[in-house]
DNA sequence: AAGTTTTGTTAGATTAGTCTAACTTTAATA
DNA sequence: TATTAAAGTTAGACTAATCTAACAAAACTT
């Protein structure tokens, strides 16, 4: 049985390292910014972990998750985001206060809980972010991430997820009526100032390049439906 | 804000001191059996909660909770029995699966998660064990509780609780068919070798009354309905 | 009332997770 | 390539919660 903290880590090396293409492993600082501990802290925490053969790491080098390691962290994840589904499905948080009490919840341990909790929202495939829930069965499809800066001037694309869950932000897309599932335009874009100017449902506002960044579409939306 | 251990101390001595009527204060062995750790550590954590006000309490004495202590306590009981009802009610989990798990669901931190999820079960007033939950304005009715050794031979009476929450015990009286809000006659009582014929749904069974004193049971169904 | 048992406390050790400060290794750059 | 900067590690200290062993106080029991 892990500790919550062991859970946190290999919950922050899979993000780090396995969730997107193309990343495959994570220096000690990285993860400690991402668990906002000191670099010591987790250079310790990585020489357990590793006694514990849930990652492969060396002195002075970068970090991965090993097969057993992979599979708890997916664990991890798949309780939070359903945890989230729940909360934003079936209590009616928003979009932007799910992720704080999940990161909680998360760590409840009872197998039956998650799998009954998983029947009862009707075993969704993505949670309120869009992000892809990770099946039981450890199943979990990659997704090459676009983002808004991929979208050409006067395209329409689908709203997938986010990269920043940080209340600030989802609170700031929101704002812009941002939401999963819900088609954007690209109206123009400015390169040289960085600045995009899109429309969602018949609104038109401003977003920095940057911020574009952290916002995942998917597919062009030919026919803008219900915009 | 507390930690889970404090928590947990406060909800035993929550259990021991106020929940029955006729009770006031708790020993150093007693509360240390409750939590199942030693009186040492207990004798210890007693004084840091006497430090922050949160319990009365004088070296060698007994304790008990303050007004302060009380509130909090009464805070965690209620998430801990609605998380209940939420998993029996909403994830068809057993009558003796949802203590576990809700042991450690009552340390979730969000006041909006608590008072969401009381909405969501539709304000219910007893967990299924029959226990009242106490109410987010601090309301609590004690109940003078009466157990199946006061029941006359020949009466029918309701079952409103039980006073042991172990997997085992719950599942032994499961066995008997005995559950919240069922009628239950006692058929005969034989007083020297203290043990009770009782009838559930039309099935009879013996119990001794040392478990007996664990079934708490209301007014007496004078028409034993559907039976 | 004296002795014994029960109850409760104190002291010192242990573990997990964190920190700071000092040090080492690797990478970048002039 | 020599120096500097960045990244990473080690050592030592701290806190919370636990334990065991030894001690102290209170409560029974003759």
Redesign the interface.
Known sequence: MLSITEENYLKALFRLTCEEVGKTDAGTNEIAAQLDVKPATASDMLRKLKEKKLIEYEKYGKSMLTRRGKKMAMEIVRKHRLWETF?YE????TWD?VH??AE??EH???Q??IE??NT?LGNPKYDPHGDLIPQADGEFKLIEKKTLNDIAEGETCLVVGVSDNSAEFLQYVDGLSIAIHRPLKVVSRKPFDAILEIEVKGKRSAISARLADHIFVSREVKKAAKM
Chains 1, 2 share one sequence.
């Open positions: 909360l079936k209590l009616g948080f206060e704080e009490v909680q919840l409840i341990q009872s039956k809980l009954r909790l009862f």
